[in-house]
C-alpha cells in the first residue's frame, strides 16, 4: 500500500491563480480531511469528508473548496490563491470516525503564494 | 469546546536525558487520547494513544499515561536519541458529546545534541 499519496510537494502560485492540491488514498478509508500547518498555530482543519459525497467545513474553510466523488481522492481546490494560503498542507485519512482510530498522514505540499 | 495544550518549545536537550513533554486537555467526554510525532519534511505519524483513563500508550520507548484526575497524558522517555529530535503534537478525540474529529495542540519542538 501506497497510504496517503499527495501532490505536488512543492508549489509556486502568484496572487489570483487557481490551483488544485491533490490527495489519494489506497486503505479504503472513509474519513478523509486537510490541514493547514502554520508556524506556532499547529494543525488547522480546512475540510473533511466522512465518505463518498459528504464533505463538510472545518476551522478554516474560507478561500477553499473540496468535493468527494470517490472513496479515494478527496482534493483541495483554491480558487484564488492568496498570501495568507502560504502554507504546508497536509491530508488525512482514517478508516471511519471512530475516537480511538488513527489518522494517516501524507508528506504534505508546501505551498507559496507571491 | 475540546482543546488540548501543549508545553512551548523549543525543548533542548542532551542524548540520554530524560524527555517529559507536557500535555492537558479539555474535553466534554471521554476522549482518546494520541501523541504524534512529526520528523522533519514528513507528515505525522502517530506514536502512541490511550483510549481510556488509566492506560498507558507506548512505542519506541515513549510513555504517556491517561491521567482523568489531572486530564493530562505527559509524554515521557528514559532517554533520548539524536534521531528523536522531531515536532510532537498531543491530540484528542471526543465523540459523543465532542467530536470524533481530532483537535491537535500547537506541537512542541524536541532537539537532541549530540
Known amino acids: 500500500n501506497a497510504g496517503v499519496t499527495q501532490t505536488p510537494k512543492f508549489q509556486v502560485l502568484k496572487t489570483g491563480q487557481s490551483m488544485t492540491l491533490q490527495c489519494a488514498q489506497d486503505?479504503?478509508?472513509?474519513?478523509m480531511s486537510w490541514y493547514r500547518q502554520d508556524p506556532g498555530m499547529g494543525l488547522r482543519l480546512i475540510h473533511y469528508?466522512?465518505?463518498?459525497?459528504?464533505?463538510d467545513q472545518g476551522e478554516v474553510p474560507n478561500g477553499y473548496n473540496v468535493s468527494r466523488s470517490t472513496t479515494e481522492d478527496f482534493p483541495l481546490r483554491l480558487l484564488s490563491a492568496a498570501p495568507s494560503q502560504t502554507s504546508v498542507y497536509f491530508c488525512?485519512?482514517?478508516?471511519?470516525?471512530?475516537?480511538?482510530?488513527?489518522?494517516?498522514f501524507g508528506p504534505g505540499t508546501r505551498l507559496t503564494v507571491l | 469546546g475540546d482543546s488540548v495544550t501543549q508545553m512551548e518549545g523549543p525543548v533542548t536537550l542532551s542524548e540520554e536525558a530524560f524527555l517529559t513533554i507536557n500535555c492537558t486537555y479539555t474535553?466534554?467526554?471521554?476522549?482518546?487520547l494520541f501523541w504524534y510525532v512529526q520528523y522533519p519534511g514528513e507528515g505525522l505519524q502517530l506514536l502512541l494513544k490511550?483510549?481510556?483513563?488509566?492506560d498507558k500508550g507506548s512505542n519506541k520507548g515513549f510513555e504517556a499515561t491517561y491521567r482523568k484526575e489531572t486530564t493530562s497524558f505527559h509524554l515521557e522517555k528514559g532517554s533520548v536519541q539524536v534521531s528523536d529530535s522531531a515536532v510532537y503534537f498531543c491530540?484528542?478525540?471526543?465523540?459523543?458529546?465532542?467530536?470524533?474529529?481530532?483537535?491537535f495542540g500547537r506541537g512542541t519542538s524536541l532537539i537532541v545534541h549530540p
Open positions: 490511550a483510549t481510556k483513563a488509566d
Open positions: 474535553a466534554t467526554g471521554y476522549p482518546s
Open positions: 491530540a484528542l478525540s471526543d465523540p459523543p458529546g465532542g467530536s470524533y474529529i481530532p483537535t
Open positions: 486503505m479504503n478509508h472513509e474519513y
Open positions: 488525512a485519512s482514517s478508516p471511519d470516525e471512530r475516537s480511538y482510530n488513527e489518522q494517516f
Open positions: 469528508s466522512v465518505g463518498a459525497g459528504i464533505t
